[in-house]
């Protein structure tokens, strides 16, 4: 049974500027401007009972979009204003990063065929490209653009929000979207057969292994996902008013489910930061007294391993932290073992994609739960259904086959919350017969999605998660896990980060792992006498000839290099290292001993 939440007061901080103290968005003001940007966005000509319906799909009878409209903004109050707006509306909302190029854009534009576009100030010149791009011209010539100027908005200032004066031209300030309407609309009511199939929202996976897919999440989904979350939030305490930081994006199914649309829902207080900076975070932890921590795990490595956290943690900054969270990449236990001793509470491990929300998480936060938990991605949320697929079976097959206990294999998950569809190869400009193949690769005919992650599942009924299948290097007869050697190599106090990648050799016939290291001295790297750099390369040989079994070890070298490229959510981007993506490093050829200028 869930427990009942209390009514939230209106005038309950929900969402507060970081920067700006006297920016916040009470829950009662959220809720009026939203239903004042609701109210003029369909005055812009936009119906939500005007859908696209797809082909059913093995999870939704009726896959349905809106009108879209388009939001590429940072964690900022205009995008919780607006969002919740589109969702009043009726409409659906596609969510893009800030940090695409034209040409991503592009694509994004040409699958989700907004109506309507909300963007950064900072993103106009790369959008307005992107539009001028398009085939159709005369359709994005009439779709309005609407800006936010993250730094300089005052919304929602204190005396009233300044309304800016409405451009000539289509791009307009934001605030025209709250200018008072001719009269204030109702939230569009969905009943309990309609909010299974409207698209609340569109995400995009995030394209590790090509280019990124929109995918469809339903209302209903979203309201699952958000109820399963609080239902397991065992960091909760009575009488305790939570104070979350919200810096992971909420473009990204983990900022979005975990703590943007969280927050509102139990009447928590997210300070929210436009980006990430370790100092603001470290300084706001302890001026806002956070309660929980939400981060990708490249922040958890910085709380195990920077030295700027000396400073906070002597003066008792930490002291509010019940726990925290980590999601979007796998993350080594040797890591949440240093921060659990260095600041006194466990970071633990969930599991979610953007095609599911949130799938699973770990138990409890003492020390005994840490190490009962060490590596497994924790137990199923509730209403969420986990299985290991067996090898080599049909999945177009009515009935999936699972694999027994502690057998791995590829991991499935069946749940409300799991998505509608993809868009349809081509976007909803195609043909008449929408191209659903991509939905049809990855649900089963009895609804379970299919990860393309590989692990299994123990006999507690906790998930472990090795790797992706895309990502598995093969050594000879083997299959070696990036993540499993990355987590080795993170244990080293030396290092501060590193990828893992499979080499082809072709006198061998087999790959090699290769591995990408950031030493935490980079001082190494600049030095021009690399005897440090083979000390180090020594080292870490070493310890990954004692950790793990010799078809795993190093033979395709070991390359230093000032960073390890990521997305937004902490992914390592193995396609752009295997590309060249790393600019610089120096390689050592760990079995020979010798070093050279890395070609990457």
């Not at 003029?40 to 809106?66: I, S, Y």
């Not at 690399?530 to 990954?544: F, H, I, P, S």
């Amino acid at each position: 049974m869930l427990t009942k939440i209390a009514p939230i007061e209106e005038d309950r901080p929900i969402f507060v500027d970081n920067n700006k103290a006297d920016r916040v968005l009470t829950f009662g003001a959220l809720k009026k401007d939203a239903l004042i940007i609701a109210a003029n966005v369909r005055g812009l000509g936009l119906d939500p009972d005007h859908v696209q319906a797809l082909p059913p799909t093995p999870t939704c009878l009726r896959p349905e979009l809106a009108p879209v409209v388009l939001i590429q903004l940072p964690n900022c109050l205009a995008f919780a204003s607006v969002l919740f707006g589109v969702f009043a509306s009726g409409l659906t909302a596609s969510l893009i990063s800030p940090a695409l190029t034209a040409s991503e854009i592009s694509w994004a534009l040409q699958n989700a065929r907004p109506r309507v576009i909300v963007t950064a100030k900072a993103c106009l010149g790369a959008m307005q490209e992107a539009m001028q791009s398009q085939h159709d011209e005369e359709y994005y010539s009439k779709v309005p653009v609407f800006t936010v100027d993250v730094t300089e908005d005052t919304y929602p200032s204190p005396s009233g929000q300044s309304i800016k004066p409405t451009s000539p031209s289509r791009e307009q300030d934001w605030t025209t979207l709250l200018r008072t309407p001719p009269a204030l609309i109702q939230p569009y009511h969905l009943n309990q057969d309609s909010a299974p199939n409207r698209t609340a929202v569109i995400l995009w996976s995030s394209g590790t292994s090509g280019r990124s897919k929109g995918v469809l999440i339903s209302h209903n989904a979203l309201v699952f996902a958000t109820a399963s979350l609080w239902h397991d939030a065992d960091y909760h305490r009575p009488g305790l008013q939570q104070r979350w930081l919200g810096f992971v994006p909420f473009y990204h199914v983990f900022g979005l489910c975990n703590i943007f649309l969280l927050a509102p829902s139990v009447g928590a207080t997210c300070y929210m930061m436009h980006a990430f900076n370790l100092e603001t975070m470290l300084s706001s932890i302890a001026r806002r007294k956070l309660t929980y921590l939400h981060m990708a795990p490249p922040v958890a490595v910085m709380l195990a391993k920077s030295a700027a956290v000396e400073p906070y943690l002597k003066s008792g900054g930490f002291g509010s932290v019940v726990g925290g969270v980590t999601g979007g990449a796998p993350l080594g236990h040797e890591v949440v073992v240093e921060v659990y001793r260095r600041l006194g509470f466990r970071v633990k491990l969930g599991y979610g994609l953007s095609e599911t929300c949130n799938t699973s998480s770990q138990k409890g936060f003492t020390e005994a739960d840490m190490h009962a938990g060490a590596g497994d991605s924790g137990y199923p949320h509730w209403g969420t259904e986990l299985l290991i697929a067996a090898d080599g079976q049909d999945f177009r097959a009515e009935r999936t086959k699972g694999r027994r206990i502690n057998e791995p294999g590829e991991i499935l998950v069946r749940s409300p919350s799991v998505m509608s569809a993809y868009l349809p190869l081509g976007g909803l400009a195609g043909s008449d017969t929408p191209d659903m193949s991509t939905t049809k690769d990855a649900l089963t005919p009895d609804g379970w999605f299919r990860t393309g992650d590989v692990g299994h599942i123990d006999a507690k009924g906790q998930v472990w998660i090795t790797d992706r299948l895309k990502e598995l290097i093969k050594v000879r007869a083997y299959q070696v896990a990036p993540a499993e050697l990355e987590a080795v190599l993170a244990s080293s106090e030396a290092v501060a980060d590193a990828g893992v990648i499979g080499i082809y050799d072709t006198s061998e016939a087999t790959e090699w792992p290769r591995a990408f290291v950031v030493p935490r001295n980079l001082e190494l790297i600049n030095n021009k006498d690399r005897k440090g750099l083979e000390k180090l390369a020594a080292e870490l040989k070493a310890l990954v000839e004692k950790r793990t079994a010799r078809y795993k070890w190093l033979r395709g070298g070991l390359v230093f290099v000032d960073a390890i490229p990521k997305s937004p959510s902490g992914k390592i981007l193995r396609r752009v290292i295997k590309d060249g993506g790393v600019k610089g490093g120096f390689e050592v050829s760990v079995y020979t001993k010798q070093i050279r200028g890395a070609r990457l």
